[in-house]
């Protein structure tokens, strides 16, 4: 692009909060306010609290580009990304809230979390590890998801911004919580490079063998927040097979071919074109809702995971993970009980998530990669969310 980042978000007046605790608001025109899709204003006093004896606040990285990231340490949570449109407009791409109370109070407790213990669903909320069966918090019917009824989303990490371009979460879990053995001892580092990459970095150690497997869930709207259904977003995703599930969206074990089917993302395709199909997968997710296994297509030295660009903004967003799996959701539980940000409600299919992973319930699917992770050696993966405009 001939113009750059910098100059087209100083021209739209773009909030830039330092992190710490000064308070810190952005200004937007009468225009922009009345347009639903707008950058809206964060207030940093908006996001410090006190919860759990911990404190809260907001923390904005950016790239030399002017490209801006704005995150909480309540669950470690991406709270906006700016990201310019083929215009050169900037685009919030990421749906939240404008407060930590809106995370704090929202029905649907993901939207931008760090999650973990263990990303996706455990079945039944059990596991055998070395012949003892653990025992989990159920909080998806019968199954655990997300961690638990407790998982890092809710809690308060630890936060440091050691440059403008980088933010490190680090989390003790400890023994025992919502049932997982070991103290795991976390650390998150997110980064915006110069190449307009949202870059995440995992690593844990533990000092009893335990489970593993983390990820972000970033809710996308790549025409902006508040710009309506994500159904003519074209999504590629790289993947010649899925991991089928039953009715509770526990996997069944195996691997199955997308060809012939509408989970067939090999090509580029509209999330909209076949989600309404007659198709059982489709019944039981209430729409996409899988596990996609990874070609291993290579890119940035990492698996090209997916691409997806949105039909009226013409943003890109490439992902490349080390991680064998992508679940995509495609926004099927919004049910417009929230609002968010601009104004907008989570209304169905408003937003999606592609999370780099291993596979759900793999401490229970012998032919599924390994999540166990042991004392003495280290979890460690990496994702990109690398973004562009066409």
């Known amino acids: 692009m001939k113009q750059s980042l910098k100059s087209i978000f100083a021209a739209a007046s773009i909030l830039a909060v330092a992190a710490c605790n000064t308070p810190t608001k952005t200004n937007t025109d009468d225009a922009a306010a009345a347009d639903s899709t707008a950058v809206?204003?964060?207030?940093?006093?908006?996001?410090?609290?006190?919860?759990?004896?911990?404190?809260?606040?907001?923390?904005?990285?950016?790239?030399?580009?002017?490209?801006?990231?704005?995150?909480?340490?309540?669950?470690?949570?991406l709270v906006s990304l700016l990201v310019p449109d083929s215009a050169g407009k900037p685009v919030?791409?990421?749906?939240?809230?404008?407060?930590?109370?809106?995370?704090?109070?929202?029905?649907?407790?993901?939207?931008?979390?760090?999650?973990?213990?263990?990303?996706?669903?455990?079945?039944?909320?059990?596991?055998?590890?070395?012949?003892k069966q653990y025992t989990?918090?159920?909080?998806?019917?019968?199954?655990?998801?997300?961690g638990g009824k407790k998982g890092f989303q809710y809690v308060v990490w630890d936060a440091a911004q050691p440059d403008p371009q980088t933010l490190v979460l680090t989390y003790l879990s400890k023994d025992g919580e919502e049932g997982y053995?070991?103290?795991l001892n976390v650390k998150v580092t997110y980064s915006l490079t110069d190449d307009n990459e949202?870059?995440?970095?995992?690593?844990?150690?533990?000092?009893?063998?335990?489970?593993?497997?983390?990820?972000?869930?970033?809710?996308?709207?790549?025409?902006?927040?508040?710009?309506?259904?994500?159904l003519g977003h074209l999504l590629q995703i790289y993947a010649d097979q899925y991991t089928p599930v039953d009715t509770t969206l526990i996997p069944l074990g195996k691997h199955a071919d997308v060809k012939g089917t509408p989970f067939d993302f090999t090509t580029p395709e509209t999330i909209g074109k076949r989600i309404?199909?007659?198709?059982?997968?489709?019944?039981a997710g209430k729409g996409y809702d899988h596990?996609?296994?990874?070609?291993?297509?290579?890119?940035?030295?990492?698996?090209?995971?997916?691409?997806?660009?949105?039909?009226k903004s013409g943003i890109v967003m490439d992902i490349y993970t080390q991680e064998p799996g992508l679940q995509f959701y495609s926004g099927n539980f919004m049910q417009s009980k929230n609002v968010f940000k601009g104004g907008a409600k989570d209304d169905f299919r408003t937003a999606l998530a592609l999370e780099t992973q291993h596979f759900p319930d793999s401490p229970n699917q012998p032919g599924f990669p390994s999540t166990v992770?042991?004392?003495g050696k280290t979890y460690k993966t990496s994702s990109v969310y690398r973004f562009s405009a066409k």
Do not use: W
């Open 198 to 230: 949202l870059k995440m970095d995992y690593e844990a150690t533990t000092d009893k063998k335990t489970l593993c497997n983390l990820t972000n869930h970033a809710f996308f709207n790549l025409n902006g927040e508040g710009s309506g259904p994500i």
């Open 373 to 375: 992770l042991e004392p």
């Open 276 to 283: 309404e199909e007659d198709n059982d997968q489709l019944k």
């Open 136 to 146: 989990l918090a159920t909080n998806n019917g019968q199954n655990t998801l997300h």
């Open 40 to 77: 809206v204003q964060l207030d940093s006093t908006k996001f410090q609290k006190e919860i759990d004896g911990k404190k809260t606040n907001l923390y904005v990285l950016k790239n030399k580009n002017g490209m801006q990231a704005a995150f909480t340490n309540y669950g470690g949570r």
């Open 291 to 311: 596990n996609y296994v990874l070609n291993g297509t290579e890119g940035l030295g990492m698996t090209h995971a997916a691409t997806v660009k949105g039909d």
């Open 92 to 131: 919030d791409v990421v749906v939240g809230f404008d407060s930590v109370d809106g995370f704090v109070n929202s029905t649907e407790p993901y939207f931008g979390a760090t999650i973990g213990r263990y990303g996706n669903r455990i079945a039944k909320g059990k596991f055998t590890l070395d012949g």
């Open 181 to 183: 053995p070991g103290n």
